[in-house]
Structures are given as C-alpha cells and as structure tokens.
C-alpha cells in the first residue's frame, strides 16, 4: 500500500524576531512527520534576521527565506500572501516566528487528512510566556451545530497557529494586508462564510503560543489607534452578516459584545471623535434608523459609567435593545 506522504507548507512571516525565530524554526525540525518545507517572508528586518536565515537554510534546505519586495505593502499579511503563493504543498498552514509546535504536530494533523473530505485541521493551544508560565488551554468543541455562528460569536477559537488547511480550500483567499488587527478573524470568518468546509477538532495542546506585548493583541491594548480600527471594521462586517438573519439573538448579543472592546479602547484613550465615526459607520453598514443616534448617546454614556464603576447591567439592557 502506497504510504500517505503529501508534502506540508509552513508559511512564518517575521521582522525583527531574530532572537525568538531560532526556536520556531526548531520546533519546524523537530517533526516527526519529515515532509514539509517552511517558507519564510522576511518583511524588512534590520537585525540579524537574513544571517540567522541564512545558517538555517544550508542547515536544511527544506527551509526557504523570500524577502518582501518593496512593491508589496508592509506587514505580516502581505507575507502571508506572498508565501502561500510561493508554496508547494498539498496543505499549508501559517505560524508566527515566535510560536512552536508538539514534535508531533504535523504529523497527527496529515493522518486526518487521509480522509479526503476534510478541508481543515484544528487542534487545541496552550498560552506561553519567556518566564515559562503556560495558561489553561483553549478548548475548542467538535459539537459545533453552526461553524460559523459559533466562530464570531466566540464560542470556539480557530487562528492561525491552530491550522493545517487543505489548499485548496483557501485558494481563492488571501489576508487582508489593510489589516492591523484581526486579519485572522477577518480571514476565517470570510472562508467559513463563502464555503461548506468539511473540519476536524483535535481535542490536544499542539501549539505553544507566546503571550507578549510585541504582538498585534499587545498593540491594542496599547492604544494603537489603527490595531482598534482594525478591530472594530471586521467586528462591523460580522455583525453585518449576522443582521441579514432572522432571530440568532444569542449569536448576535456574543459578536456585539466581542466589538465593544474596541469601543472601550477608544474611550479609555479618549478617542472620543473616533467613538462617533465608528458608531455612525456601523449604523450604516447596518441600516438602522435614525433613532439610533440617541442609542448611540446613550451606549457612549453607559459605557463611560461602566468604565467608572465596573457595573454593566444597564449597559447589556441598553445593548440588548437594539435589534440587529
């Protein structure tokens, strides 16, 4: 019998990580299942980020190191897309230069796909930072009745790290390079949304992902004003889609209370005309009436309160009266 050994493509995007992307790349050696190559898209490093490429691709020449041209837009998005389009593999899958993966994490995810239907592989994840400290893992249910209902209103977890897809599957896909934030969100939601996938929950930790305020989630939380509007225009567009749809209450009060952390970005670094622009395009995208600009007032209001008290039942009273 003939054995099963399609070739994997591991897509890392980095700049500036030339002390963290060592490990990575050891963690991408150490797989037990030996077919795969890693294409990584330098995205204009000015540390040692080339020399350190450069050991590692005579090291091993499954390992390919592509510097983003200067035609294409900065950032990790942009890298993404030009390394899926650079790839060779059957699956693909993408992983920040400073996250690992199980020696077996390849090959646990490939024998699923023995099965031809399947389209993705999603496995459970583990919290890590430099002093070692690992949080809970994140467990994600293979009982989803609605894939998609259940990814943007938060109730299983599907990111990057997580990921071994079929290529074909995304093939008419790529990361929004406009993004600063979100771009994962944005990217799932937008293939969940266009096609009936066939997806396989793994329910084990195969994936260490490092928790540091250099990521993007630490650029939000710092206030960077474009991460926030990221944020927020993919939460728009969710909450959009889920509007077209009579009833899913439940579904709707989780994806609007997943956009209001960005709202509350805003007012905590007072961003207050932001606040305005942000409540009047989504009053568009969604169509409401005209009453919604008192809705607004008072939700700015209420939110406010609540970043003053900690006290949110008016402000989920408030919220549930609007009828997306």
Same mark, same amino acid.
């Given at each position: 019998?003939?054995? @099963?050994?399609?070739?994997?493509?591991?897509?890392?995007?980095?700049?500036?990580?030339?002390?963290?992307?060592?490990?990575?790349?050891?963690?991408?050696? +150490?797989?037990?299942?030996?077919?795969?190559?890693?294409?990584?898209?330098?995205? #204009?490093?000015?540390?040692?980020?080339?020399?350190?490429?450069?050991?590692?691709?005579?090291?091993?020449?499954?390992?390919?190191?592509?510097?983003?041209?200067?035609?294409?837009? +900065?950032?990790?998005?942009?890298?993404?897309?030009?390394?899926?389009?650079?790839?060779?593999?059957? @699956?693909?899958?993408?992983? %920040?230069?400073?996250?690992?993966?199980?020696?077996?994490?390849?090959?646990?995810?490939?024998?699923? @796909?023995?099965?031809?239907?399947?389209?993705?592989?999603?496995?459970?994840?583990?919290?890590?930072? %430099?002093?070692?400290?690992?949080?809970?893992?994140f467990n994600n249910s293979s009982n989803s009745k609605d894939l998609l209902s259940d990814y943007v209103s938060g109730q299983i977890n599907i990111n990057a790290q997580s990921c071994l897809w079929r290529k074909?599957?995304?093939?008419?896909?790529?990361? %929004?390079?406009?993004?600063?934030? +979100?771009?994962? !969100?944005?990217?799932?939601?937008?293939?969940?949304? %266009?096609?009936?996938?066939?997806?396989?929950?793994?329910?084990?930790? !195969?994936?260490?992902?490092?928790?540091?305020?250099?990521?993007?989630?630490?650029?939000?939380?710092?206030?960077?004003?474009?991460?926030?509007?990221?944020?927020?225009?993919?939460? +728009?567009?969710? !909450?959009?889609?889920?509007?077209?749809?009579? #009833?899913?209450?439940?579904?709707?009060?989780?994806?609007?209370?997943?956009?209001?952390?960005?709202?509350?970005?805003?007012?905590?670094?007072?961003?207050?005309?932001?606040?305005?622009?942000? @409540?009047?395009?989504?009053?568009?995208?969604?169509?409401?009436?005209?009453?919604?600009?008192?809705?607004?007032?008072?939700?700015?209001f209420l939110l406010i309160l609540f970043k003053l008290t900690g006290r949110s039942y008016r402000l989920r009273k408030h919220i549930s009266s609007l009828k997306i």
């Amino acid at each position: 019998m003939q054995q @099963f050994k399609p070739l994997v493509s591991i897509i890392i995007p980095t700049f500036n990580r030339v002390h963290l992307i060592g490990e990575s790349l050891d963690s991408i050696l +150490a797989q037990t299942y030996e077919y795969w190559e890693c294409i990584v898209v330098d995205d #204009g490093s000015n540390d040692y980020t080339q020399e350190l490429l450069s050991f590692y691709c005579e090291v091993d020449s499954r390992i390919k190191y592509i510097g983003r041209p200067k035609s294409l837009p +900065a950032g990790a998005n942009a890298c993404r897309n030009l390394g899926l389009e650079n790839s060779n593999g059957v @699956f693909v899958k993408c992983l %920040d230069s400073d996250d690992l993966l199980t020696k077996n994490y390849l090959e646990k995810k490939v024998k699923v @796909f023995k099965d031809p239907s399947v389209d993705l592989v999603v496995c459970n994840y583990l919290l890590f930072r %430099d002093n070692g400290f690992k949080s809970r893992p994140f467990n994600n249910s293979s009982n989803s009745k609605d894939l998609l209902s259940d990814y943007v209103s938060g109730q299983i977890n599907i990111n990057a790290q997580s990921c071994l897809w079929r290529k074909k599957a995304i093939k008419d896909h790529q990361f %929004d390079p406009n993004l600063k934030r +979100a771009q994962e !969100l944005d990217f799932h939601f937008r293939i969940l949304r %266009d096609k009936e996938l066939e997806v396989i929950f793994l329910p084990e930790n !195969l994936v260490f992902i490092r928790d540091h305020r250099e990521s993007i989630s630490g650029e939000f939380s710092r206030g960077n004003l474009e991460a926030i509007r990221s944020d927020l225009l993919v939460r +728009a567009k969710i !909450l959009e889609y889920l509007s077209g749809f009579q #009833g899913r209450t439940v579904e709707k009060e989780r994806a609007f209370n997943l956009y209001l952390p960005g709202i509350m970005q805003l007012i905590h670094f007072k961003y207050f005309k932001e606040i305005y622009t942000q @409540f009047n395009s989504l009053g568009k995208r969604l169509e409401l009436s005209t009453s919604f600009n008192l809705w607004k007032i008072k939700l700015v209001f209420l939110l406010i309160l609540f970043k003053l008290t900690g006290r949110s039942y008016r402000l989920r009273k408030h919220i549930s009266s609007l009828k997306i």
